[in-house]
């Protein structure tokens, strides 16, 4: 299959659609990452559909002093790259193009849960998402729309922003997608030296970390769950030599459903072994927040919640996070 390259809202409007349109927005230089989101976006739309993959390096959402200029940019590669998971259209607009007449005076606002960690290191950088992301809605005229949740507060936001607005487009995460060694796929990765790239690996072992500690925590509860809080229980567990195991899965069972503060600390820890290293990483933030607002957890929090974390190494800045669910196993009897 041959995808068309298109530079045109009318050209693509030309298009006579058949079945479901699915659309998958990137900034280019794509890679395997964005490959998953295509061939995720062909299984939507199904044989009968369409898929178009949007490559536009959008100003709005770089500041002052970030990549821009340097930002790859590689169409050829990106149009065979689409063709190959599957998408039967590129569209890759000017500036001119999508912002007629130069910067839009009226965007889209993040609000409050735009100004948190990367709103906060980056002022403005999620209105500029926003406003991008609501003009490409409207110029590809999708009936859903991946993203990556590796980009997780981006996902979070575009999600609000549909839901709030009226979009009537189903948005679609897809799991971030790693290399081998671990490290997120990113179009950045590129611009990191072999001795970077080892620093770079702190960020998804501190992720890895947090995650296991968690894990520990939520298999201690179940398994202080397994059997009723009893007398004729410890002697069970005594008689193998669990009575230490027993108590300690119980007093984690019958305390607030998991520990964020614990996920915190084990991912701090690899953290600050990677400020350590040559060269070192440089911590932008770690958090462990609701994806619904992107505000912290406390102790006592129930239900699905996202590890992040953000560093510079040399001149690039990384970001990376996983889903965690707390208290999933219910709670303690």
Known sequence: ??????STAEEL???VRHGRRAVVMTMGALHEGHATLIRAAREMAGPGGEVVVTVFVNPLQFGAGEDLDRYPRTLEADLKLAEQAGADAVFAPSADEVYPGGEPQVRVSAGPM???LEGASRPGHFDGVLTVVAKLLHLSRPDVALFGQKDAQQLALIRRMVRDLNFGIEIVGVPTVREEDGLALSSRNRYLSPDERRTALTLSRALFAGSD???AQEALRARAREVPSTHAR????SAIGESR????AHAVATAAPGRPAAVRA???QVLDEGVRLDPPLQLDYLALVDPSDFTEIGDGFTGEAVLAVAARVGTTRLIDNLPLTFGSLGAAS
Do not use: I, K, P, Y
Not at 245 to 248: G, I, M, P, Y
């Open 266 to 268: 084990a991912a701090r």
């Open 234 to 237: 410890a002697e069970a567990l």
């Open 245 to 248: 195991a027993a108590a300690d």
């Open 1 to 6: 299959m041959t995808a068309a390259l298109l």
């Open 13 to 15: 409007h030309a298009r």
């Open 114 to 116: 735009g100004e948190r």
């Open 213 to 215: 500690r968690h894990a």
